[in-house]
């Protein structure tokens, strides 16, 4: 696999935990279309994904639709259009949801066709449920002093408590550029927006924020689209303090293409975004790539003791060069969190993680004879090794660089078994065996 060590992090006056990039997938077919697919959200238990997309079936221009899974290894389920009264035949931008579900921030415009009610020139409105097995109701335009001079691409933190908006509202450094609007509770006013400042935006426009679900980290997407943007994050050591200076993300993750439009996964291990590079299936597509924190802290190229005396010696205190728990990102404490990710990254010596995300699933059936494999990367693999066949022990039958397999065209109405197993190096992480059965057919 082919992986990009974030470089910004060791500084002076501050060391932070580095962290690999993983390479960049696209989420196919079953999720992306042959229209435009941006602006994922995904949901605090990491099951559901709320995607905007012009494809056919919607009402406006852009409306929003409902991805889902059973569990975070499985493969997300074709997209269905959100009910309620959310989508109209005005558009919807971006959406963002609180950590308990029961809200959901939106903005129209500009771009296209404003909502009744607003000024027209792009603004921030709140849907709202009293539980997540209901729809959405009516959305409801946020107070004037957060609409009171364009407002879109809205972000709530989980908390409910800091809102970020993109505007071009007078004040601004650049184009267009990033606010923060705070309240005390859920059920105070908003104060005003301030704007993040010279740290985060610049002359050109910076839009799309996305704030992690600790809200120690900011990430958007800066650039004239649609082939001019690219992501960036921001750091801050606590939610009182103002944001570092931001970094672009590194090549492989940013493209000479558009990418935008970005969501942290709340565990921290990935990034999902919207991107029209290569590869994809429609104009933009919903991609996602890794995180992976690296635990060699000493850099002597394996995790052992040595490295847990590095942790150990901060325990309960605030270290970021060994805070590396919750995955990726840490959250400004050494505690059982970080021993946990050392654990895991202790247990398997330096070999890779598992392979995950089996396409076909685990378990499914009907699936075309012509089907190819695909399978999301364990991280630090560099190789991966198909197991495939109708029975045990399962033939290796190829080994790949890249994660997908097309194998020979197979008998319909027959369960098949395959299995990844990971190779770098350091040695190999034998992975689960998965099975689907193909479609029905006469069988001669």
């Given at each position: ?6 470089a ?12 690999i ?5 696209n ?73 308990d ?14 909502w ?137 993750v ?29 104009g ?24 847990f005396?590095?942790?150990a ?25 970080d ?48 197991y ?22 197979m ?34």
């Open positions: 696999m082919i992986a990009f060590i974030d910004f992090v060791i500084s002076a006056e501050q060391a932070k935990a580095d962290f990039w993983g390479t960049p997938t989420l196919g077919p079953t999720v992306n279309s042959s229209r435009d697919d941006f602006g994922p959200e995904i949901s605090a238990d990491g099951l559901v994904m709320y995607i905007g997309t012009d494809r056919p079936g919607g009402l406006g221009d852009t409306d929003v639709w409902v991805s889902t899974r059973q569990t975070k290894n499985d493969e997300w389920d074709s997209p269905v259009h959100l009910e309620g009264p959310l989508n109209t035949s005005y558009s919807i931008w971006e959406v963002s949801l609180t950590a579900g029961l809200q959901l921030y939106c903005s129209d415009g500009p771009f296209s066709a404003t009744p009610g607003g000024d027209g020139n792009g603004d921030v409105w709140v849907a709202s449920r009293s539980s997540t097995s209901e729809p959405f109701g009516v959305p409801v335009i946020l107070p004037g002093i957060i609409n009171s001079d364009h407002a879109a691409w809205a972000d709530i933190s989980p908390d409910g408590l800091e809102l970020y908006i993109t505007s071009h509202r007078a004040g601004s450094i650049g184009n267009c550029d990033i606010w923060m609007a705070k309240r005390a509770s859920k059920d105070s006013p908003w104060g005003s927006p301030v704007n993040l400042g010279s740290t985060v935006n610049s002359g050109p426009p910076d839009q799309t924020p996305d704030i992690s679900y600790d809200g120690l980290t900011l990430f958007w997407a800066k650039g004239q689209g649609p082939n001019g943007m690219d992501l960036w994050m921001a750091r801050r050591k606590d939610p009182s303090q103002p944001f570092e200076v931001g970094v672009r993300l590194p090549d492989g940013n493209t000479a293409m558009g990418e935008f439009g970005s969501c942290l996964s709340p565990d921290g291990t990935v990034i999902y975004f919207s991107s029209n590079r290569a590869g994809g299936f429609g933009f597509d919903i991609w996602q790539v890794s995180i992976t924190p690296i635990v060699d802290f000493n850099g002597d190229g394996i995790v052992n003791l040595k490295d005396a590095g942790l010696q901060y325990w309960k205190q605030n270290e970021a060069g060994v805070d590396i728990g919750p995955t990726p990102l840490g959250d400004g404490r050494i505690d059982y969190r021993l946990a990710v050392f654990a895991e990254h202790f247990r398997l010596g330096g070999r890779p993680f598992p392979a995950s995300n089996p396409n076909p699933g685990d378990g499914s059936t009907g699936i075309s004879t012509t089907a190819f494999l695909s399978w999301t990367a364990g991280d630090r693999a560099e190789s991966h090794e198909v495939f066949g109708t029975g045990y022990p399962l033939p290796l039958v190829s080994t790949e660089t890249d994660t997908t397999y097309a194998p020979p065209v008998a319909k109405t027959t369960t098949y078994y395959w299995r990844i197993d990971e190779v770098n190096s350091k040695g190999k992480t034998t992975g689960e065996t998965w099975s689907f059965i193909t479609e029905t057919g006469i069988v001669w």
